[in-house]
C-alpha cells in the first residue's frame, strides 16, 4: 500500500529538542491504515514501517499513531536539508507500506 499526501512540516513539540520535526497522514488514509496495521509488521508504540520519500529524498523508517488517529512521519534533520525543507512548509510526501 502506497500513500501520496501533503502535509505541513511541524515541530514535535512533545520533544524538549526542536529538531525533531513531522508530517500528517490524512485522516482517511490513516483510519484504512488502522484496518490493516494487525496485519502489518509492527515496530514499538503502534508503528508501522515504511519507506518514506520526499522530493528525492527515499528512507526507511516507520509511522506512528497519534492521539488524533493520524500517523505521523518523524522529518529528520537529514531529509530536511537534503529536501531544503523549513518548518511550516507544506510537503508532498509518500509512504509505501512495508510488510
Known sequence: MRYRFESEV???EARVRDD??????PLVD???IH???DALPRAGF????????IGGTS????IFPGSSGAYSLVVG??????EGIEPGE????????VG
Open 77 to 82: 534533520r537529514r531529509i530536511r536539508l537534503a
Open 10 to 12: 511541524r515541530r514535535w
Open 90 to 97: 507544506t510537503v508532498v510526501a509518500e509512504v509505501e507500506i
Open 35 to 37: 484496518e490493516w496495521a
Open 20 to 25: 525533531w520535526y513531522f508530517v500528517e497522514l
Open 46 to 53: 503502534g508503528a508501522v514501517k515504511v519507506v518514506a520519500r
Open 30 to 32: 490513516s483510519a484504512e
Open 59 to 62: 528512507w526507511s523508517t516507520s
